[in-house]
Every structure is written in C-alpha cells, then in structure tokens.
C-alpha cells in the first residue's frame, strides 16, 4: 500500500492505487453546473489531476500551472478533480481565469477517488497524483505525490505528454 504524508504525519489510502498498463475506470463526477460527468465518455489522450483542495496554495499553483501548458499540449484533455464543491471549484476557476482545462468534483460517493486509489480516509480528500491515459484508455503514466504539501513533478508529465503527442 503506497504511504502518502500531509506535513509529515501518515494518511491512509485504502484502495489500490491505479497503475500504468491499467484501464481508466468507468466512474461518474459532477461539473460545475452540477451535472453528472462520466469518465466512460472521455477520449483521447486525457489528464487526470487530483488535489486536495483547490484553495490550497500547491494546488493552486499546480492548476495554473497545467492551465497555462495547455496551450502547448494540442489534443489533450486535462481534468482536475477534488472532493471539493462544485460551487467552490466554480468561484475557484472564475477568479483564477482557469479556462484551458476541467473541473471536476467527487465529492458525491468518492468514486473516482475510490477507484483511482486517490481517497484519504482521515480526511475524506483526495491525494496529489497526476493520472495520464492514452487514446486507448490505458493509464500511461502515474505519479502519486508522496508528500501532499509538494507540487508533481511537471516535467516527467509534460515529457509523457509530449511524447504521446508527437
């Protein structure tokens, strides 16, 4: 079981973790607008974000920062999730002028969280970890965030990124 911190005190993920070579799971999340959202409708080369909170200054910079690259990354979908309210994420993205990719909440049932291995249980939010799938559904990159206080590491994404896009 992988072994994430929060300021360095131990968190709890007690689903598996999603690898590379599986298949993204068939869940359903909630836009902005409340409507239901399923991950079995997405293509293409997909990225899956999951933070914690998006009022939180990490993962603030993070979206940013993928908001921003996307402008680089033609065909690709980038999708960032958090058990935050769909209002809250709407206010969030409104103010940050976040227009290049979506947010997403589960905060309804955890199942994206559930199924991807990214839910906390003492905190009932979801861990850092970017999820990269390919045209064929396939998860082709993962990283999980050891230390949730800590920014991913953009560079290895945005190399996967780059070469699927090539």
Partial sequence: MLE???????LTLPDEQI????????????TNDLAAFDTADTSGI????TVPSLDTPVCDLEVRTFNQKAAELAGVSIYVVSAD?????ERWCGQA???????LSD????????????????LA??????????????????????????????????????????
């Avoid at 994430?4 to 131990?10: E, L, M, R, S």
């Avoid at 230390?147 to 290895?156: G, V, W």
């Fill in 4 to 10: 994430v911190t929060f300021a360095g005190g131990p």
């Fill in 19 to 30: 690898q590379v070579g599986d298949t993204l799971p068939a869940t359903t999340l909630t």
């Fill in 46 to 49: 997909r990225v899956f974000l």
């Fill in 85 to 89: 309210l769909p209002f809250a994420q």
């Fill in 97 to 103: 002028g976040i227009d290049a990719l979506q947010t």
């Fill in 107 to 122: 905060y309804n049932g955890h199942a994206f969280s559930h199924a991807t291995g990214t839910f906390i249980s003492e």
């Fill in 125 to 166: 939010l979801l861990t850092r970890a970017v999820i990269i799938v390919d045209a064929d559904d396939a998860v082709v990159y993962t990283e999980f965030v050891p230390e949730i206080t800590n920014a991913p590491d953009y560079d290895s994404a945005y190399a996967k990124l780059s070469e699927l896009i090539a």
